[in-house]
């Protein structure tokens, strides 16, 4: 059980990219513009450490979040999708015209108890 | 008053030292209008070929510009706030197709506003100078501001003219030779600008180059050939952006998003006056630039005693927003910059509901007839909830409003600085005493105090916290554009004595 799923589409991208660029990280932002969006970088593009929280691995990819931004996020499941657009930001599929988005539920009651969250 | 799409080329190349340039690659990219999703041309898909001979071009160019007077730099700044003023209409429709925002916006907010930054800055490198001060009888210490040399920039979608002008003239008044990257949802204003000013400066100092953020921002943000990134974005690649700098050991200046309160106090109503309507239209002004603002007043905070009164003017005001045709003069709103953006607002919209946030308006997409239907239209919307929903935490980017209670200033306060952002707020008030001691106590780089997204030249602009750090507009901004040369001058005949 782990605090972050990816769709069929979003998954299939995702398989691409591996392909072309090697290993990858998941990244999720925060702020203008095309924040509240997760990145897909190289995984040696960004320099990672305690204020980082490991949120799960989707398609044998780590996602990542900022531990501030994790405090206001952690009651709550997220999806990784994927959608037609054109991000403005260094994520890996914007060349493909698609973006990424998070989609986001409550935990569920189960998951509560499994995460040890409030 | 309506108008309708602008004509434009087939293809766009990149602005690189004086002319136009077809990419290295030969690849371009299509651009949509949000408005119907029809397409506008096509641009560059440039990669680090594109970016090395517009960084290239910069350098040549370097010496010659940082060396040309302050007078003459300046009399080119006022040359373009000329061109875009007497083409004011032209660029206000360009910017309406490629954004999606109301027409009445760009006529009367981006391309004004645009111009008077270009001449400010032209006025400010005129007006200001260095310092000199007598050390002792026989020591001067003299500083000379000098430029940094290559600068890269790197803007947003929300109002890419406007934001291009606000990052390009101190940038080019202090003397630097700028590489600008505009976001590739939105080309095509700066590429019109470099159509119609690209016999003003002198070949190199002014390269724009398009393409997508893996493959031409990256090269731009980490290369080796810059002094300084100025960039407005979201807070990874922000990150991203300073370890690339660090790597060159190079400053940057980060404008990366924020979740602004907006604080109601009790006395606002106390008259039902003009006063009173103006602080309504502040709450309402989060529909403003369909919320694509970073300083977005995106948390209301209405003190408890008129907060069900206050609400009900809110939300009719609300109501009465029209959203429609973009190019038509009497719509207010109009579409999201893209598809990305309005799948991205529509999830929060349900997190948001499903968080138990009430929907006061709103809460949806809105369909619009003919070929608006394939646009991206999201109606102004106002959820009530609390300061630890997701939707009061995160920026949605969009026309969504979060609106809590709050008991006292000691609450307001509390809530205003409980998020990771500090960009903007907004105080309404009509009491002496909070009017300053509450924008005192907000960490945030600016407050309005009875008034909300001004954004004058004159005025510094940028974050606390997470929304990074360094200042647009005013006159400090020079400073973030240059080096200081100190000289030490001894008039001293006498030597030391140590040796």
């Known amino acids: ?118 | 008053m309506s108008y309708s799409k602008p004509k434009f080329k087939k293809t766009y190349g990149n602005f690189i030292n004086g002319k136009f340039v077809d990419p290295v690659g030969g690849e371009y990219f299509e651009n949509r209008s949000p408005i119907d999703n029809s397409l506008i041309a096509k641009y560059p898909r440039s990669q680090k070929e594109d970016v090395e001979m517009a960084l290239d071009a910069a350098n040549a160019a370097k010496e010659s510009w940082g060396n040309t007077p302050a007078a003459e730099r300046a009399a080119l700044l006022y040359k373009v706030a000329d061109i875009i003023e007497e083409n004011l209409e032209e660029f206000a429709l360009v910017e309406t197709c490629d954004n999606g925002k109301a027409i009445r916006e760009t006529l009367n907010a981006d391309v004004p506003l645009s111009v008077d930054h270009w001449r400010y800055f032209a006025a400010c490198i005129r007006a200001e100078e260095g310092t000199a001060t007598e050390l002792d009888a026989n020591t001067l210490s003299m500083n000379i501001k000098e430029p940094l040399g290559v600068v890269g920039q790197i803007i947003p979608w929300n109002f890419p003219l406007l934001m291009l002008s606000w990052k390009l003239p101190p940038a080019l008044a202090t003397g630097n030779c700028v590489v600008l990257k505009p976001a590739e949802q939105t080309p095509a204003s700066a590429t019109l600008l470099m159509e119609k000013i690209a016999d003003v400066f002198p070949p190199g100092v002014v390269n724009v180059i398009h393409g997508f953020g893996p493959e031409a921002g990256k090269p731009l943000a980490s290369s080796s050939k810059l002094s300084k990134v100025a960039f407005t974005g979201e807070t990874t690649t922000g990150q991203l952006i300073m370890q690339y700098a660090s790597k060159n050991l190079n400053p940057v200046t980060m404008e990366l998003g924020g979740k602004s309160p907006n604080i109601f106090f009790n006395s606002v109503m106390d008259a039902d006056d003009d006063y009173l309507d103006k602080a309504i239209e502040g709450a309402v002004l989060f529909a403003f630039n369909q919320g694509e603002v970073c300083t977005c007043p995106s948390r209301m905070l209405v003190q408890e005693k008129i907060y069900d009164k206050f609400m009900e003017r809110v939300v009719r005001r609300t109501k009465a927003i029209v959203q429609d045709n973009p190019y038509d003069t009497k719509t207010m709103m109009g579409a999201q910059a893209s598809n990305d953006q309005y799948e991205k607002i529509k999830s929060y919209l349900d997190i948001g509901k499903e968080e138990g946030a009430k929907v006061l308006c709103g809460g949806e997409a809105n369909k619009l007839d003919g070929d608006l239907a394939n646009g991206f239209y999201i109606k102004p919307t106002i959820l009530e909830g609390h300061n630890k929903m997701r939707v009061f935490q995160e920026e949605i980017f969009g026309p969504v409003v979060c609106v809590t209670k709050f008991k006292d200033e000691k609450e307001a306060i509390e809530i205003a600085n409980d998020t990771l952002y500090g960009l903007g707020a907004g105080v309404w008030t009509r009491d002496a005493h909070q009017l300053y001691q509450i924008p005192r106590a907000i960490k945030a780089g600016r407050v309005w105090v009875n008034c909300y997204h001004a954004y004058p030249a004159h005025a510094p602009f940028g974050g606390y916290k997470k929304s990074g750090f360094g200042r647009e507009n005013h006159l400090m901004m020079l400073n973030y554009y240059r080096q200081t040369k100190n000289m030490l001058i001894s008039y001293d005949k006498k030597k030391l004595g140590f040796f």
Request: aromatic share 10%; charged share 30%; net charge negative.
């Open chain 1, 1 to 118: 059980m782990q605090r972050i799923a990816i769709t069929d589409l979003a998954a299939k991208t995702v398989r691409e990219l591996k392909t072309k660029h090697g290993v990858l990280i998941f990244h999720q932002s925060g702020g203008c513009c095309d924040g509240s969006s997760p990145m897909l970088l190289e995984k040696d593009d960004i320099y990672l450490d305690e204020s980082d929280v490991l949120l799960g691995r989707i398609e044998g990819i780590d996602f990542y979040m900022n531990k501030d931004q994790y405090e206001y996020w952690k009651h709550t499941h997220l999806t990784i999708d994927i959608t037609e657009g054109r991000g403005a930001s260094f994520s890996l599929e914007i060349p493909l015209g698609k973006r990424f988005i998070t989609r986001s539920r409550l935990l569920t009651e189960e998951e509560r108890k499994f995460f040890g969250d409030n």
